[in-house]
């Protein structure tokens, strides 16, 4: 609904949002290849999701290292803020 209400009214910066999903099946590799897939395959500018820690902290280093934004909504580790975090 919010996508819908957000492109409605004209975008983000006059360009429209879209949602694309993957299944990381639970696992680091898997999750990198998709935020691969995402980022270079259907051009996505934002990646965000992961639910489990270990695979955030996957994500979130690709983020790192091909400088994209990762919003980790859900990992329960303190490590992606803190230990392992990054700007991205």
Not at 37 to 49: F, I, Y
Not at 53 to 66: E, F, M, P, T
């Amino acid at each position: 609904l919010a996508v819908e209400q957000i492109n409605a009214a004209g975008g983000v910066l006059g360009k429209k949002l879209e949602i694309v999903s993957r299944d990381d099946g639970a696992n680091p590799g898997d999750a990198v290849r998709m935020a691969d897939d995402l980022r270079l395959g259907a051009k996505a500018d934002v990646l965000t999701g992961t639910i489990l820690s270990h695979v955030g902290l996957a994500v979130a280093d690709y983020a790192r290292q091909n400088k994209v934004f990762f919003l980790a909504s859900a990992p329960l580790t303190d490590k992606i803020v803190w230990e392992s975090g990054n700007r991205y």
